[in-house]
């Protein structure tokens, strides 16, 4: 009974909050998109025929995407963008994440705006402007990579099914005559473009131009605060239970451990097709999640450091500059490889290529004058090898860090140092509240 009083009291307040996110996932609102002289809004197309394929989510409702067809010199070229917005480890958090847009179309926004690496305008997007873009909605939990069902729990935990679906759809659709294409995700859809990038190689003949970009995917199996391995008990979860080791690379299961091939740190040598890792050092989402979780400071030692790294002490930045080391060890032999690109800088942020102020802007951030839209198509049409790392925090001026406001019992806002604004509402407490009873 007291769940379910919880779940429609946290459903209320979703139902009233601008742009949450489901549990473990950072959610913002893209003031610059906003504000940009009229946005392209791109209408949400539901698969016909996804549930004959058992491609369906959570709820088994239909799955969606976002397309807005390429013109000109970019009638033949195709990229497709990963949603992220976290995972679903446990069955009660994924029968909560049902009644929101991570979990049911019935509650996905019916179109989107279009920025970033999405963008339909050279000035916003220099290279990939004028190619067909779509946005792959995410309804799974599992970074379209699951494939089981909980009958009694109602749950189908189709990620895999959904990301095939969505592929010969779009193939459908005139994305089999590609002659260069682009795998793209942010966050949990940064690492589905890890899991699915040599599969989606496959789709396409050799002479079609294929590479994958993972925007802050880069989830590292890190040690928080309090000793404890906070996102592998997480991964651990979602990878039981959903069955994602089928879905794994062969490759490194022979290896490792489900649950470790599950994190990108294990899955990226393991990638043939080239890829691009871009990812802040200090990616924001894994500093409040993984590293310094409420969970391990119970405290609040650290609220002071979180909310404005001004007033981080002395052994506190050196934590955070251990997990950039740590990082940038996990990738040495990627970065050797010659196909490969990086794009490390020592913000701290998550998400960069879907918000205009970080993709593509008169302030975006930059590495050796280089910003991010223009290292990725550098690197894409092979311009350039790039293997931009930054120099360690502080010394990068470029950054549009996220700021955290308030306190762990009041609405906190997230804020970037420009115009993106993440805002934590009562929906978001409320999550807080059921995800720490889904672990108890």
Known sequence: MRMKVLLLIAFTFVSVAINVRSDHELFYQNDAASMAANPLLVPLTLIPGAASKGAVCLDGTLPGYHFHPGFGSGANSWVIQLEGGGWCNTIRSCVFRKTTRRGSSKFMEKQLPFTGILSNKAEENPDFFNWNRVKVRYCDGASFSGDSQDEAAQLQFRGQKIWQAAMEELMSKGMKQANQALLSGCSAGGLASIIHCDEFRTLFPTSTKVKCLSDAGLFLDAVDVSGVRTLRNLFGGVVKLQEVQKNLPKSCLNQLDPTSCFF?????????????????????????????????????????????????????????????????????????????????????????????????????????????????????????????????????????????????????????????????????????????????
């Open 264 to 440: 990108p740190q294990n899955l990226v040598n393991h990638v043939e097709t080239p890829l691009f890792l871009l990812n802040a050092a200090y990616d924001a989402w894994q500093v409040q999640e993984s590293l310094v979780p409420s969970s391990a400071d119970p405290h609040g030692s650290w609220n002071d450091c979180k909310h404005n790294r001004a007033n981080c002490n002395s052994s506190q930045i050196l934590f955070f500059q251990d997990f950039r080391n740590q990082m940038l060890n996990y990738i040495k032999g990627f970065s050797g490889e010659s196909q490969t690109g990086l794009f490390i800088n020592s913000c701290f942020a998550h998400c960069q290529t879907e918000l205009q102020d970080t993709w593509f802007a008169d302030d975006s951030p930059v590495i050796g004058h280089t910003p991010i839209a223009i290292a990725v198509g550098d690197w894409y049409f092979d311009r350039k090898t790039v293997k931009a790392i930054d120099c360690a925090y502080p010394c990068d001026k470029t950054c549009h860090d996220l700021g955290f406001n308030g306190d762990d019992t009041s609405t906190t806002t997230m804020t970037y140092s420009s115009s993106t604004r993440l805002t934590y509402s009562a929906g978001l407490y409320m999550l807080s509240i059921l995800s720490l009873i889904t672990h108890s």
